[in-house]
């Protein structure tokens, strides 16, 4: 039976992992991950609008002095942020020496916020070390598939060093890497959520499934987002899912883990409460930015 997160590890103040402390305590999200190594069928980094909210979509990218002086200026405006996490744009760990060089200035100048990372996962056993030696308490990892062929018809390519690879055998590569970050992970004490993005007609059947094996490996929490529907991506013409069928996989995979389900699909620069209309850094204007 799920078991939940232990409270002495931060959660009670991470509204992300700890559903009561998200109208008391806020995060901010350092876009300093400018690439990423793998390409999902959902996802466009391409295009910012204010009005938007989605993971993956930022106003502007920043380096890591940009984004410790960001962090203070927020902090003044905002003390009950309490975490302060990297989700993007990319990948942190496609371009690992931002994200180090990033949580390094963070935990300096801060030394008691939780600090916070989301990943695809396919570079991240590497870095398990370094996240837990700088005090990463929470990581995050998407996993939408747990059988390659499933996997397959969700990511268009994986991109490990200099190979690109496509199919059965990019998926299965990712899943491998994934189920080495997440017990990596929990050997170093990392409380771990994993994320599965439901693609109806695609993974929706699957989730259970996922959530079977994220448990296996000692996840603490799971969070099913509904997909958004973005134009001109290859799962573009996919119909988000409904209400009913998102709860409905929460309960089957509830079965396996604690579910989370005050998601606000958050954007790769949000800030401040969960509960709070999302903005984007104060761009008030839509923007272009580099794929």
């Known amino acids: 039976m799920p078991t939940g997160i232990q409270p002495d590890r931060g959660a009670e103040r991470h509204p992300c992992f700890h559903a009561a402390a998200k109208g008391r305590y806020g995060r901010i999200h350092l876009p300093v991950a400018p690439a990423c190594n793998i390409r999902c069928?959902?996802?466009?980094r391409r295009h910012?609008?204010?009005s938007e909210s989605r993971p993956g979509v930022t106003s502007r990218l920043m380096a890591p002095e940009q984004a410790s002086a960001h962090l203070q200026d927020a902090l003044a405006r905002m003390p009950f942020i309490?975490?302060?996490g990297i989700a993007g744009p990319g990948d942190p760990f496609c371009r690992p020496e931002l994200t180090l060089?990033?949580?390094r200035r963070v935990r300096q100048i801060c030394?008691?916020?939780i600090l916070c990372v989301s990943s695809n996962g396919l570079n991240l056993p590497g870095h398990v070390d370094d996240l837990a030696e700088l005090g990463v308490g929470f990581v995050t990892v998407t996993v939408n598939a747990v059988d390659p062929d499933v996997g397959a018809r969700i990511y268009r390519h994986v991109l490990d060093g200099r190979r690109l690879l496509r199919g059965h055998e990019a998926a299965a590569l990712l899943l491998a890497r994934q189920a080495e970050a997440v017990a990596k992970l929990k050997a170093?004490?990392?409380?771990?959520?994993?994320?599965?993005?439901?693609?109806?007609?695609?993974n929706d059947g699957h989730v259970p499934e996922v959530a079977r094996w994220a448990a296996d490996l000692g996840a603490d929490i799971m969070n099913c987002i509904g997909l958004i529907p973005v134009p001109g991506t290859p799962l573009g013409d996919r119909p988000a899912p409904s209400a009913t069928l998102l709860e409905s996989l929460r309960r089957e995979a509830g079965k396996y883990l604690p579910q989370m389900r005050h998601c606000?699909?958050?954007r790769a620069d949000a800030e401040g409460l969960l509960d709070e209309v999302p903005g984007a850094?104060?761009?008030?204007?839509?923007a272009t930015v580099p794929a």
């Open 48 to 50: 910012d609008c204010v």
């Open 101 to 103: 060089e990033t949580l």
């Open 264 to 266: 606000a699909r958050c």
């Open 188 to 202: 170093r004490g990392v409380t771990v959520k994993v994320n599965c993005v439901v693609v109806p007609g695609v």
């Open 82 to 84: 309490s975490v302060a």
């Open 281 to 286: 850094c104060g761009v008030h204007a839509c």
């Open 111 to 113: 030394p008691e916020i």
């Open 41 to 44: 069928g959902y996802c466009d």
